[in-house]
């Protein structure tokens, strides 16, 4: 069972969040600072590769960086697809908005988008979502953040598809539930109305 307060833990973890992502932030902004593909890695322009990858997509209707270049490996110098050059291939991808049809989209670390995610949700963003929320957060859970988020119109992520949902039933099952007033009041099993019965909730306490 969880005891600790939901906050404090969030409030931990964020921090831990900021730390862990560091590394990544230096590494991204030197890439797209550029938008080139590093010469020791690749044989060939972004639009060349660009205009590979669109080809690829539409013989083969989706992708993967390593599936993409172990195809087209005349794109690549003998180093293979360093960590480096992966990540040139991905922003490339964001850029010519070809990442939907790659098969890691926000997949968990295999997916610049996914790391992303974690800058585009803010603790001042889910301070205000119910309870069961606000621990997927401190968990690093955060798909099942980010589908709450998106489909109450809080955040927008580049390519993010909410699908599935974050049913009371489900966030039950995951352990994640720890209800407050709010969801004691609420009338269905769907997450999305805490809201409206958190501002129903308060406006009755004033009147009374």
């Not at 013989?59 to 195809?71: K, M, Y």
């Not at 964001?94 to 610049?112: F, V």
């Not at 979502?129 to 099942?144: D, E, G, M, V």
Request: a positive charge; aromatic letters at 12%; one cysteine or more.
């Amino acid at each position: 069972m969880f005891h600790q307060n939901p906050n404090q833990n969030t409030r931990e973890n964020t921090d831990e969040l900021k730390t862990s992502f560091v590394e990544y932030d230096i590494a991204m902004k030197e890439v797209e600072k550029s938008m080139s593909l590093n010469e020791d890695d690749w044989t060939a322009s972004p639009d060349t590769v660009a205009e590979e990858l669109q080809s690829f997509i539409n013989e083969f209707g989706s992708f993967t960086p390593e599936l993409f270049v172990q195809i087209k490996f005349h794109l690549l110098r003998g180093s293979g697809l360093t960590k480096p050059a992966r990540d040139e291939f991905c922003v490339l991808s964001i850029n010519q908005g070809l990442c939907p049809k790659c098969e890691l989209l926000y997949t968990a670390k295999k997916c610049l988008l996914w790391y992303r995610l974690f800058k585009i949700i803010k603790w001042e963003t889910v301070q205000r979502t119910p309870p069961c929320i606000r621990l997927a957060f401190a968990k690093k859970s955060i798909k099942t953040v980010a589908i709450y988020l998106t489909k109450t119109n809080l955040i927008i992520a580049p390519f993010y598809r909410a699908i599935g949902s974050t049913s009371c039933n489900m966030m039950r099952r995951w352990g994640y539930c720890t209800p407050n007033e709010y969801c004691n009041a609420m009338e269905t099993d769907n997450t999305l109305e805490y809201t409206s019965v958190r501002e129903r909730v308060k406006q009755s306490r004033r009147m009374n």
